[in-house]
């Protein structure tokens, strides 16, 4: 997805929400308690796999072995907007918003040529031909954008499921002299979490 459609789409969702949204049962704020499965796409997602975010004994890194794992966590600032009447049962709703999304890649084994540089791993430049351990981490701005159900399951309290969109514009890597990459990437990142439960 280019970054001018994904930035259309995200304010234009938004500012339909705004005008349409509806008080939750007549709260403005909601703290949700939650998780689930998280899918990765794009360049990112040929990277690591969907299950732990995890590359293990990869053989295509310059021709060696690399081991990493992949961790993501964001602080976002979302509108709900309610699709179904208040009195309803059943709670169909949108959201979308901007947020910060904090992105670390612990890398666990390399043996290898000595260059590594690929922006989805946050590294670009020479590294000892040897088992090495390090992380990397970084603060990125991206948005997210979804869907999902709720259903009241006690006064105040409700159980839902929802998925989300979410795009992140990462820092561009600028490969080394001797690396295999001779072209300026960017680290973008594409997530697709499904989510399981509990809003109050």
Known sequence: MRTGASISIAVLLVLVMAGSARAQDERKVHVNLGGGPTFIFGDLGERFSNRWFQVKDDIDINAGRFSANHQTHQLAFNVIAKLTKP?????????????????KVEITEYEGSGIICDPWFYVCGTYPIESVVGSRSGWDPGFNVGAGVGLPIGEGLQFYIETRYHQVWGPEITPPAGSTVTTTQKADGQYFPLTFGFRF
């Open 87 to 103: 009195d309803s049962p059943v709670s169909f709703y949108v959201t979308a918003g901007p947020g910060f999304y904090n992105r």
